[in-house]
Nanobody, 120 residues
Framework: QVQLVESGGGLVQPGGSLRLSCAAS????????MGWYRQAPGKQRELVAAITSGGSANYADSVKGRFTISRDNAKNTVYLQMNSLKPDDTAVYYC??????????????WGQGTQVTVSS
C-alpha cells in the first residue's frame, strides 16, 4: 500500500555528521506530517523531529541546534541532517509519515529503521 524506505545510517565518530533520508512510495493521496523517531538500547522510542507539509519543524530538546529536519514534497521525502553527533545519539532511527492513501486509508506509516552508531 504505502512504504517508507530509509537510508543513510551508519557508524560515525563523535562530532561527526550524518544525513538520513526517507522516501515514501505507493498508493499515496496526501502526506501530512513526517518525522523521525529513535530508540536507543534499553529505552523507549522517542520523537526526534517532526515537520508539517508546510515546513514547520519541531525538535526534541536533546537535538535542538544540532539536527535539522527538512522535506521535499515533490519527492515525498523527508531528511534528517545530524551534526555534532554524540554517543547518546546512538539508536535505531525510524521514519514516520502521516498518510492518506488512494484507497481511503489514513494512518501512520513507519520505516524499517536504520542504525546510527556514534562511537570512537
Amino acid at each position: 500500500q504505502v512504504q517508507l524506505v530509509e537510508s543513510g545510517g551508519g557508524l560515525v565518530q563523535p562530532g561527526g555528521s550524518l544525513r538520513l533520508s526517507c522516501a515514501a512510495s505507493g498508493s499515496i493521496f496526501k502526506i501530512y506530517a513526517m518525522g523521525w523517531y529513535r530508540q536507543a538500547p534499553g529505552k523507549q522510542r522517542e520523537l526526534v523531529a517532526a515537520i508539517t507539509s508546510g515546513g514547520s519543524a519541531n525538535y526534541a530538546d536533546s537535538v535542538k541546534g544540532r539536527f535539522t529536519i527538512s522535506r521535499d514534497n515533490a519527492k515525498n521525502t523527508v531528511y534528517l541532517q545530524m551534526n555534532s553527533l554524540k554517543p547518546d545519539d546512538t539508536a535505531v532511527y525510524y521514519c514516520n509519515a502521516d498518510v492518506s492513501s488512494t484507497y481511503g486509508d489514513y494512518r501512520y506509516y513507519w520505516g524499517q529503521g536504520t542504525q546510527v552508531t556514534v562511537s570512537s
